[in-house]
């Protein structure tokens, strides 16, 4: 640790809880007119629930994605690459706290987020299907 101190070494870590913050700053940039202090709030919240319930999370996405009820070996291998996907996590979660907060403005929100990060509201709108689904037993959001 000495050694890594002088050289003033750095170890950039990446969390989904950095991609949150990083996206409401550009929403926030831009004009969304949402209380992203709110939002940055619940956010969090409901961050700390994914890391819970993590599994359960993935595996409807994963169900969602194929539209199998039992997905192969195969397909859930493949689907690793999606729980490694920081990006989309934040999104999932932010749109799932603009929802819980302004069920009004989650729409706009999502396709602001997919403007912004390129990911497709299909794509952001299971993650946070999944993420209201087992966070709050909420099974009944109107398809993007």
Not at 17 to 24: A, D, Q
Not at 55 to 68: A, E, G, H, Q
Not at 116 to 122: A, H, L, R
Request: glycine share 4%.
């Amino acid at each position: 640790m000495t050694v890594l101190k002088t050289l003033d070494f750095h170890i950039n870590i990446q969390s989904p809880f950095t991609f949150v913050e990083m996206l409401l700053e550009v929403l926030g940039y831009n004009g969304c007119s949402l209380p992203l202090n709110q939002v940055y709030d619940m956010s969090v919240m409901v961050l700390d629930l994914v890391y819970l319930l993590r599994n359960p999370i993935y595996d409807t996405v994963l169900k969602s994605t194929v539209d199998i009820p039992t997905p192969s070996n195969t397909q859930r291998s493949k689907c690793l690459a999606v729980k490694e996907d920081l990006m989309l996590l934040g999104t999932g979660v932010i749109a799932a706290s603009t929802y819980l907060i302004s069920p009004n403005s989650w729409k706009q929100v999502m396709e602001h987020l997919s403007n912004i990060t390129g990911i497709t509201v299909k794509s952001i709108f299971e993650m946070c299907s999944a993420i209201l689904n087992h966070s709050t037993g909420f099974t009944g959001l109107i398809n993007h």
